[in-house]
């Protein structure tokens, strides 16, 4: 189709499609995943609030659901109850032992409840998108799911234009990072980090792009790792039954699993882990760079791995998960360091 298709001619595409997921068709067709979902309002999807203060407090009588938060490369899903929220006018957080995310409220723009025949079954979601359709964030109902708590809050949830379609706003130009990295101040400011999240303040306040000051820091606190190393990291730590923390996200969500993985499988390109809880599927000839990297903190530093893509943006961030108030255990710090350089040197 070489115009925009309508909602009506979106629709067909689905139906004609049965088996293709919903990303893949709406590339195939041009659009955003939000255009093709919007499309269904009125038939097998209800627009919904995007206030965090009603749609958080209300999952957790739902029981039981999986979380799903993903980027260009990247799929991550966590299974649980969303409990323990948090609520920031800037920036939200669950808190629960399973479902952990953070949340930017400002970049979520729509939001829609699903409901279709699957079979027998009917398969129900809360799908959330940004302003260009990008998806930021779904929540899928589950066999546990308290099914009359899911749908009395979808009643509550559901605003009251309830039109086909949708309009996409153009992605803001991102703004200019410098290129010639201030590395003495850089690396005055990346040595005094007391906490891991002041690194983000780090990059904003001297405007440097996240790769470009991991590659310039020097190997003291960053050194590039072979892109098998995500592979090997994963299998080292499951070996060792290493409880790690994995971070997936977008501009508009960050979700976050905590714990041991044990059932990693490749498909193809794809990189899974398929735990009871907790899966992973990451694209893993998309990764470009791994670099392994410390940051002080004020116990100790700690080491994160970490993957970019070709754009140099942040695929998929890993932690050895520590006990609170200590640093992080010996056994992620060995893994880590032993992980193949690309100048094939043992870290320092």
Same mark, same amino acid.
């Given at each position: ?9 979106? #629709?067909? =595409?689905?139906? @004609? ?8 068709? *709406?590339? $195939? ?88 025949a699957d079979g027998d079954a009917v398969k129900r979601s809360l799908q959330f998108f940004d302003a260009q359709g990008m998806a930021v964030h779904k929540v899928h109902a589950r066999p ?11 009643? #509550?949830? =559901?605003?009251? @234009? ?8 153009? *992605?803001? $130009? ?175």
């Open positions: 189709m070489t115009n925009t298709p309508s909602p009506a001619e979106i #629709r067909d =595409a689905v139906r @004609d499609n049965p088996k293709m997921r919903t990303r893949d068709l *709406a590339q $195939t067709l041009g659009i955003s995943e939000g255009e093709l979902v919007a499309a269904h309002c009125g038939h097998t999807a209800r627009r919904i609030t995007v206030d965090f203060e009603k749609i958080f407090p209300g999952l957790e009588a739902a029981g039981e659901v999986m979380a799903l938060t993903r980027n260009e490369n990247a799929v991550h899903e966590k299974i649980g109850v969303y409990d323990k929220y948090i609520a920031g006018k800037h920036a939200a957080m669950m808190l629960g032992e399973k479902i952990d995310t953070r949340m930017f409220p400002a970049k979520w723009a729509h939001g829609f409840a699903l409901e279709s546990a799911t308290n099914i009359d708590k899911w749908n009395a809050l979808v009643d #509550r949830l =559901a605003i009251d @234009d309830q039109s086909e379609g949708m309009a996409v706003v153009p *992605a803001e $130009t991102p703004s200019e990072t410098i290129t010639e990295v201030p590395l003495d101040d850089l690396r005055d400011r990346w040595s005094r980090m007391k906490d891991t999240h002041q690194f983000v303040t780090i990059l904003r306040k001297l405007n440097v792009a996240r790769l470009d000051a991991v590659r310039a820091i020097g190997e003291d606190f960053a050194w590039q790792i072979d892109n098998s190393s995500v592979e090997a990291m994963l299998k080292l730590s499951a070996n060792e039954k290493l409880p790690i923390m994995c971070f997936v996200g977008n501009e508009a969500c960050i979700q976050i699993h905590s714990g041991p993985v044990a059932n990693i499988k490749t498909m193809g390109p794809w990189l899974n882990i398929m735990d009871g809880d907790f899966h992973l599927h990451l694209r893993t000839d998309r990764i470009e760079e791994v670099w392994a990297v410390r940051k002080p903190t004020d116990k100790g530093h700690v080491t994160s791995l970490e993957a970019y893509d070709a754009d140099g943006e942040l695929i998929i961030q890993f932690f050895g998960k520590r006990i609170e108030g200590q640093d992080e255990r010996p056994i992620w710090r060995e893994i880590m360091e032993s992980l193949p350089r690309v100048d094939g040197r043992k870290a320092a």
